[in-house]
């Protein structure tokens, strides 16, 4: 079967880090991609892991154990607008189907 | 400027009836993809089409129908049959030729569905 899971909220302050955990099980894997959605809009691209290891892009890094289906995000020196539901979304082998986890809410407060 | 174009925003229909949602892409993509989400939940596939005219259902495709005549579009049509359309729809498109990541999928603005 095919299993996301990851924390359904998480708060954090202006300035700090924060990890957003994954652990997934899928048919195949690809890969594995992060989005980023604010409320009631598209997701956007973050990042994307197909070797196992740390990817950094600014404030923004993500890991991937492929052996263990695991993975995390992190985000550094936190912003107010980094308020947003971070999705994580593993690529299915068979026909490169992304599956989608429900996605951490994250709130950043003063 | 290249992108994915859905519309209208926000759609509000009677029970029984049938509503198509559009969605078109200027990125030269050959895949694109419908997705639905609910409060509180990840983003559920409903269709799929890795070519024109060609199509595939996703894990919640009853209900729906698609067409793919054209590379930049894929409609989606939410028929009465379909037993809770209220919803908010994403549609994606990913792949061709120039792009960075031919996986990475890029989204739309979404379509808020309410249906009484």
């Known amino acids: 079967g095919q299993n996301i899971d990851q924390p359904t909220e998480m708060t954090a302050t202006e300035g700090a880090i924060v990890q957003i955990n994954c652990t997934y099980q899928?048919?195949?894997?690809?890969?594995l991609f992060w989005y980023q959605q604010h409320a009631g809009e598209a997701p956007t691209f973050l990042s994307y892991?197909?070797?196992?290891g740390l990817e950094e892009k600014g404030r923004f890094s993500s890991f991937l154990s492929r052996s263990k289906g695991y993975s995390y995000l992190l985000l550094k020196e936190l912003q107010m607008k980094d308020s947003a539901s971070y999705l994580c979304?593993?690529?299915?082998?068979?026909?490169?189907?992304?599956?989608f986890g429900a996605g951490t809410r994250l709130a950043v407060h003063p | 400027d290249g992108g994915i174009t859905q519309s209208p925003k926000y759609l509000f229909r009677k029970e029984g009836q049938n509503v198509t949602l559009s969605c078109e892409q200027n990125?030269?993509?050959?895949?694109m993809y419908w997705y639905r989400q609910d409060p509180g939940q990840g983003l559920r596939l409903i269709y799929y089409?890795?070519?024109?005219?060609?199509?595939q259902k996703g894990d919640i495709a009853e209900g729906y129908s698609v067409s793919r005549e054209k590379k930049e579009s894929f409609p989606l049509t939410v028929t009465s049959a379909q037993k809770n359309p209220t919803a908010f729809y994403l549609c994606?498109?990913?792949?061709?030729?120039?792009?960075?990541?031919?996986?990475?999928?890029?989204f739309g603005p979404g379509t808020r569905l309410t249906v009484t």
């Open positions: 994606a498109s990913s792949g061709g030729s120039g792009t960075e990541n031919t996986y990475e999928q890029y």
């Open positions: 899928t048919s195949g894997f690809n890969g």
């Open positions: 892991n197909v070797l196992d």
């Open positions: 979304a593993p690529l299915s082998g068979g026909y490169n189907k992304l599956i």
């Open positions: 990125l030269n993509h050959d895949a």
């Open positions: 089409s890795q070519i024109v005219n060609d199509f």
